[in-house]
Structure formats: structure tokens, C-alpha cells
């Protein structure tokens, strides 16, 4: 088995590589779904020891010092706020602190089918509990406190230590809800309730009505989990103490990677949404498969799903998540939804699924300044389709909006990196490749193999005028790639928080089906992405745990707030490679040290590091009070310190923000103009874009 997972791992057979933080691959999207069997489980198992033993960038002893990592890992993912687990079920489940090396061996679910009877039990006592203590009015004399921070806290006791936490939580949650109500009242002009004001007991009753609401769902939503998403949760623990990244997907969480990915889904083409017992229209996307039919409308309930001419299925009562499989389907199929509309009719309407594609997730661009010369790309990820070649790709698309904003004259170019959590490797070597001649772009070292270099092989390049790169702390792993290599090439200048994410491994998924072969018939078995190298800049430094660190650092609101792979579990160590490329040093650029200094000098920035310390501060503060007129006042407190920092990154100096090229409009349908010009205007009062702007027109003409 083992030489076989190798082998689909070798590069002839890779489907694709992701150094990105994303989903997994959506293998298919019309699997029939079925409770997993234990032979199914064990298999699973099995697969997952193996490559973790034998493929793993970083393998690790499978014994007893791993068995308990493991163990600490699956208490903290299956209740990490102790609102289920009693001490006695955690002391059951520990006395298998040194034996799950050997259950993942063994493939032996004893343990794994212990946690489900034991999790089955107690969620069926939480949800009886918060029924009960909702039912009743609630004590808001009490001298208590909620300690809002789990590691502060032990798992309850014993039932009684379990009542009293449910207790206090829920107290914490009403205050808060109480405390947003009376908010209201003021702002609405009606005067505000007190604790014993006569009409207190009233607004009481509305605020635990709404929690009792809001749990309601959530335990609804916590029921709709299969024994397949535990078991994924528990295999998880196992190889989430190898990396922060090695993940195993059951078959269910496959479908979210290839739209995460392509940016694109096969459904209809409308965002659904829960309200109590009925699944409801939220939105509709311009110019999909239901947009186009033209009779669902955003408000509509729907009652029954049919496939085709299939006998209808009434999902009333139905998760959201379950509609959802339920309405998507393959490009041409039928799907039939019986709605209720606004006016109480009723009305079946036939809808041919088409390709759905969601417009935020692509490259955009827009020309901005009084001029227009400087233009402006956003790339959110770096999708591609690895099934279908003529399917968009996002260093396609880049090169495409480069070109458009060229023949308008652009001189100066700014590329939005911020919050892109990265994607296909080749295609941030691609994208790369776009600012610079041939040359290497990214090393990547594979355990017990030589460095690699991913070269640019393309001639020339698309841009080589002056060109900005804004990043943040989400920027990460292809983001961080691309950044790295034109901060290396002297290509570009790096502007935002003071270091990237700091992802500098690479992933590759395996098919567990694949690698089962054809004699295990119990399919489908999901798949695992597995960290299987590390990337390296082309100078031998590392984005790991490091991160590309900005030429100039703008404040953030979160700058005091660790951030980043080295705030995750068990992160690969930062190392080191030889150089690929031999850089003479680069010359100072007093322009960089005149913009560092005029953000120093910004009373706009100035608040924005205020911010920053003030939110750590509060963050601090886990210690929450119970009692109804001390948590006002500390809420109170809290809100006057908070207005001072009110529109916080929104500039009082505006941007003139136009479209790429004149008559782009006229091209769009009316939801793509309206969605445009709700992004331009964003765009005008974003104080860091407001900043860049300054920073790229100081920059040379090349």
C-alpha cells in the first residue's frame, strides 16, 4: 500500500499543488452519500497512517509521545469551549493517552467509537440544559463572572459543575443581548429599561427568547453532523500534530475546494439562507442558471426539491446545508423547487443547472487617481481549474487586466495582495513571471531530494514600469511566493503589515479512493492533503513562520494580536537553502524612508495604533461580570472608548476610483455595475490603498 501512495505522489501523477491555504479537491460533485461502515473507516485508517509514516515532509515516530499529542489535539477539537465534556469523560478517554499510535496502526475504532457514545450522551444533556435554563428568568444580581477564555477553565465536574457553566454562559449572552436591545430603545428615542423598571421583565423574556432561538439553530445545525464529519474531526488529530496544514476531508467537506479554487460551482446560481423551519432565498447572482429562468425571486421559501421528473422531496424542517447538496447538481441536469412566494402562492419552477461564477473571487482592476495613469489589480486567491484547461486562471486573467490598463496609459501599477491566502504554485511562478524576464521564481525541497527550482521560462515581461505590492497578515503561501520574488528581483515594492502569514510549505492532495485501488469496493473514502515539501525564496531565505516583511509598514488594527503559522500548532521549523540567483545589494531608496516617516507623522495611522493597543487591552479582559449593572457599566466604558476609533481605515481624503477602460460599463449587466460601483467606492476612503497611491507616485519612472 505504502509503495502505491508513492507512487500516485510521484509528479507524473500529481493533479495539482497547492502551497495555499485552501480547501480540499472536489473529486466529484454527485457522490451518493451513505453513512461510512467501519470496514470503510479502517481503510481510511489505514491510508492515513501510511502517508503519514512514509510520505510526510517530516515524518514522525508513531508511539507513545505522539499517541499523546493526538489526544490533546482531538479533547481540544471536539469541545474546545468545555460546554460538553464532563471530567469523568475526559478521564475515560485518557485512559487511551498512550494507545492511539497503536489504534491508527491497528486501524482499531475502539477509542473513536467511545468519544461518539460518550459525545452522543452529553450533547443530548447541553441541549436539554440550555431548553431549561432559558425557560425561566435568569439572575442578574449575581456577584459571579464568565471567564470567556476555555483555558482558563477546567472541564465541569460533575452534572451540577455543567449546570452552573451553562448557566453563567447563558447569563453572559442575555446581558449582551439585553444590553444591545436597550441600545436600541435609546437610539430609537424610547426610554431605556433598568433592571426592576416594569417593563424589564418583558425585554428579559424577548433577549432569552432570541438566544433560546439562535441555540436552537445552532444545535440544529451540530445534529446535522454524520459520524463520517467526526470521524474526519478524529483522523485530524492525528495529522494536524504534524503540521498545521495536513488535513484529511471526508467525502462530505469535498465539494467547498473546487469552488474555492475555480471560483466557480455547479448549481443554480442563488445563496440560501435559514429562517426557522424554511430554507429562504437570500440572493440571487447576476446572469446564473436561475437568474435566467427568471421566476425565483430573493425572499421565496422553498418547500419540495425534485431531480427532473423525480418524485419531490420535502425539505421543510431541512438544514440549509442539506438543501444545499440537494438544489446543486451537474451542469445541464434539471432540478424543480416547489416555492412559496411572498404572496403565499405556491409555484414549481424548473431550473437548468449551468456553471456558476462567483465574480469576487476573480482578478479585477480599475484605474485610479485624478489622472488615471496609476492602475490597480485585486487578485482575492489564485484560482485555477485543474480539470478543465479552458476554464479561467488567474495569471491569465492578471496578464489580461495588465494589458487593458496599458492601453489606457497606466505608468504606475499597484497589485492588491492583501488577505489572498494563495493557491496553485505554477501559478504564482506564472504571475511572477509576468513583472520580470526568465528566472527562477521559487525553490521548493522535497525530504531527501535535492532543491528544485520553479523557473519563469516565459520571454519578457507584461510590466516592468514602477509596481507596489500590498500585502497583510493574510497574505499567505502563493501571495507570500509572488511577494518574495519580486522583493528579490528589486521588482517591487512591499507595502503593509509588518510581515506576511508565513506559510512556506507545499501540499499535494491524495486521492484516498486512488490509493485504495479497486478491491476496496466501500467508496467514496474522501482525501488527504499532505505537506509533502517546503519553498524557499530564490535567495535560500524561507517565508516560514517568517513571512515577507514589508519595505514599508502600515499600522493595523490587529498589529498587537499574534498572528500568523507561528501562532499555529506544530508549525515546520524555519530553515535554510542555497541561493539560486547571486543579487548585487540593492541602492537605498529614500523614498521608502520619506514614506515610512509621513505614515509616522499620519494622525489618521497615529489612531489606528491606538486601536491596536486599546483592542489587546481588551482582549485581555476575559473575565466578563454577571451582574446586570456592572456589566452596563463596563459595556458603557467599552463603547465611549470604541467611538473614538469609529471609521477607523476610512480616509477623510478620497480617491478618485474609474473603471479600467472607458465604456467597461456598457459591458457588465446592471448587478455587475452596481457591484463595481460599490467596490469603487470602497475603494476611494481605504486608507491603506490612499497611502500606496502616495508611495507608487514617488516611485521613479523605469
Excluded at 69 to 81: Q, Y
Aim: aromatic content about 10%; overall charge negative; some cysteine.
Amino acid at each position: 500500500m505504502l509503495a502505491f501512495i508513492r507512487i500516485l505522489f510521484m509528479k507524473k501523477n500529481l493533479k495539482f499543488t497547492l502551497p495555499a491555504l485552501a480547501l480540499i479537491a472536489a473529486l466529484g460533485l454527485s457522490f451518493t452519500w451513505k453513512v461510512p461502515s467501519d470496514d470503510q473507516e479502517k481503510v481510511v485508517m489505514l491510508l492515513v497512517h501510511d502517508a503519514l509514516s512514509g510520505v510526510h515532509y517530516q515524518p514522525k515516530p508513531i508511539d507513545d509521545a505522539l499517541s499523546r499529542e493526538v489526544m490533546a489535539f482531538f479533547l481540544e477539537s471536539m469541545d474546545s469551549e468545555k460546554r460538553f465534556l464532563l471530567g469523568e469523560d475526559v478521564q475515560a478517554l485518557m485512559a487511551y493517552n498512550d494507545l492511539l499510535d497503536d489504534a491508527l496502526r491497528t486501524s482499531d475504532l475502539t477509542f473513536f467509537n467511545l468519544s461518539q457514545n460518550i459525545w452522543q450522551k452529553r450533547f443530548k444533556e447541553s441541549q436539554a440544559l440550555y431548553k431549561d435554563i432559558l425557560a425561566s428568568p435568569l439572575d442578574y444580581r449575581s456577584e459571579r463572572a464568565f471567564e470567556t477564555d476555555s483555558e482558563k477553565r477546567p472541564f465541569p465536574a460533575d452534572a451540577q459543575a455543567m449546570r452552573q457553566y451553562w448557566t453563567d454562559y447563558l447569563t453572559f449572552r442575555v446581558l449582551s443581548r439585553l444590553y444591545d436591545r436597550s441600545l436600541a430603545a435609546d437610539s430609537a428615542g424610547q426610554a431605556k429599561f433598568n433592571l426592576g423598571d416594569a417593563g424589564f421583565a418583558e425585554e428579559e423574556k424577548k433577549a432569552r427568547e432570541k438566544e433560546l432561538e439562535i441555540h436552537d439553530e445552532w444545535f440544529s445545525s451540530m445534529k446535522d453532523m454524520e459520524r463520517g464529519d467526526w470521524f474526519g474531526l478524529y483522523m485530524n488529530a492525528y495529522t494536524g500534530v504534524y503540521d498545521p496544514h495536513t488535513q484529511y476531508f471526508p467525502p462530505r467537506q469535498q465539494e467547498n475546494f473546487e469552488i474555492e479554487m475555480t471560483g466557480q460551482l455547479e448549481g443554480i446560481g442563488a445563496s440560501l439562507q435559514q429562517d426557522g423551519e424554511f430554507t429562504t432565498v437570500a440572493s440571487i447572482v447576476t446572469g446564473s442558471a436561475c437568474w435566467r429562468q427568471g421566476e425565483l425571486e430573493v425572499g421565496d421559501k422553498i418547500l419540495k426539491v425534485a431531480q427532473g421528473a423525480a418524485e419531490p422531496e420535502d425539505i421543510v424542517g431541512m438544514s440549509t446545508n442539506k438543501v444545499v447538496t440537494k438544489v446543486r447538481g451537474k451542469k445541464g441536469t434539471e432540478v424543480r423547487l416547489t416555492v412559496r412566494k411572498k404572496d403565499g402562492t405556491e409555484k414549481v419552477i424548473p431550473i437548468i443547472r449551468d456553471i456558476v461564477e462567483i465574480e469576487a473571487t476573480f482578478a479585477r482592476s480599475a484605474r485610479i487617481g485624478e489622472d488615471g495613469k496609476t492602475g490597480y489589480i485585486r487578485l482575492p486567491k489564485f484560482y485555477v481549474d485543474f480539470y478543465d484547461d479552458n476554464n479561467r486562471n488567474c495569471a491569465d486573467d492578471v496578464k489580461k487586466e495588465i494589458e487593458i490598463l496599458k492601453a489606457q496609459g497606466m505608468e504606475r501599477l499597484i497589485f492588491d495582495l492583501r488577505g489572498n491566502g494563495g493557491g496553485s504554485l505554477p501559478a504564482a511562478v506564472d504571475i511572477a513571471g509576468l513583472f520580470f524576464d526568465k528566472g527562477p521564481v521559487v525553490q521548493v525541497k522535497t525530504s531527501g531530494q535535492r532543491v528544485r527550482s520553479y523557473d519563469d521560462r516565459a520571454a519578457g515581461a507584461v510590466w516592468e514600469g514602477p509596481l507596489l505590492v500590498m500585502v497583510n497578515e493574510g497574505t499567505a503561501s502563493a501571495s507570500e511566493i509572488v511577494a518574495a520574488a519580486l522583493q528579490d528581483y528589486d521588482k517591487a515594492i512591499i507595502v503593509g503589515t509588518r510581515q506576511t502569514f508565513g506559510k512556506g510549505t507545499v501540499q499535494n492532495m491524495l486521492d484516498l479512493d486512488r490509493a485504495a485501488g479497486p478491491f476496496h469496493g466501500d467508496k467514496p473514502l474522501g482525501a488527504l492533503k499532505l505537506t509533502i515539501q517546503k519553498y524557499y525564496r530564490v535567495t535560500g531565505g524561507t517565508t516560514q513562520l517568517q513571512g515577507v516583511e514589508s519595505d514599508v509598514v502600515l499600522p493595523h488594527p490587529y498589529q498587537e494580536i499574534p498572528y500568523g503559522e507561528r501562532e499555529l500548532d506544530y508549525p515546520l521549523a524555519v530553515d535554510y537553502v542555497d541561493a539560486a540567483v547571486q543579487f548585487e545589494p540593492q541602492l537605498s531608496k529614500s523614498y521608502l524612508k520619506a514614506a515610512q516617516q509621513r505614515i509616522s507623522d499620519n494622525p489618521e495611522f497615529a489612531r489606528i495604533n491606538e486601536y491596536a493597543k486599546w483592542l489587546k487591552s481588551q482582549q485581555d479582559q476575559t473575565l466578563i461580570p454577571l451582574n446586570y449593572t456592572a456589566y452596563f457599566e463596563r459595556e458603557i466604558k467599552a463603547d465611549a472608548e470604541a467611538e473614538a476609533f469609529d471609521d477607523l481605515l476610512k480616509s477623510k481624503e478620497t480617491l478618485d476610483v474609474t473603471f479600467a477602460y472607458p465604456g467597461q460599463e456598457s459591458t457588465l449587466d446592471s448587478g455587475k455595475v452596481t457591484e463595481y460601483s460599490r467596490w469603487f467606492k470602497n475603494l476611494s476612503t481605504d486608507i491603506y490603498l490612499g497611502e500606496a497611491m502616495r508611495i507608487v507616485q514617488s516611485m521613479p519612472l523605469r
